[in-house]
């Protein structure tokens, strides 16, 4: 934040605080926010060539967008990416204006780019299934290979999040048949959690060289610390590639699985919002296009044109 003004550093830390407060927004989203925030204010600086107090702030024109916009893309910023820091800077607007009493209308009526949302890559039943099958074999310690199925299967089996799974503690062990999951933005949704999932848990938790402790994180890494989740996604890397899985084989990739199989299975879209924990039933709608591209790509290979 070296070319940020002290009066606006701090109102933008303030503004941070806040989200992280009031909407319980995660790390990643106030860092991610942060990054945004910072960079047009950085710009903004240089874009006028001097320090852009909160005054400054509030007199930044419709022009002073699209010099803005233009310069984000002419470093090559995707328009999601673009789209992401736009909405960024809108919210910190709306706050700052509220604030200081100023009209945000320049930065507020900013056009976003558009761009073609993508479709998530869920993996079929088998691939799924083999997949859970193959991460037990990246590792020589049976522990850890026990604690990697664990992770994944509760990403397939339940729907979770990765960060939601690394969350539980020794207070959520043994598994019931529900458990009470904390999601984004401090929702809470209760989840059912199949056999296969409790038996994988179960068995990981049997061979753990470490106690499991209510006040510690259920999963563990080689030291005793929380899991990092960059450990599941190394393991499904090696997975993915001893089978022939494309990259979007990911840990998120097996929560798509999850809602999209039991779309399959005629699950109602309601009910998979809940268990998904998403905010808004159109995000969870983006599983309809899911089954009804991979209905058409079968369509295609089945009846192939002449």
Known sequence: MS???????????????????????????????????????????????QPQGLAALAKITVRDMRSWMAHERGRGVAARSLARELSAVKSFYRWLADREGFEPTAVLSTRSPKFQKKLPRPLDVDAAKTMIDTVEMQSQEDWVAARDVAVVTLLYGCGLRISEALSLTGADFPLGETMRILGKGGKERIVPVIPAARDAVARYAQLAPFPIEPERPLF???????????????????????????????????????????????????????LLGHASLSTTQTYTAVDTARLMEVYDKAHPKA
């Open 3 to 49: 070319f940020i003004s002290p009066a606006a550093r701090d109102a933008l830390e303030t503004w941070l605080a806040t989200q992280s407060a009031l909407k319980a927004a995660s790390e990643n989203t106030i860092s991610a926010y942060s990054n945004d925030v910072a960079g047009f204010i950085a710009f903004m600086t240089q874009h006028h060539g």
């Open 220 to 274: 563990v890494g080689v030291r005793g610390g929380k899991l990092s989740p960059r450990m599941i996604q190394k393991a499904m890397e090696k997975s993915r590639m001893q089978l022939g899985l494309p990259a979007t084989a990911t840990p998120h990739a097996m929560r798509h699985s999850f809602a999209t199989h039991l779309l399959s299975a005629g699950g109602d879209l309601r009910a998979i919002q809940e």
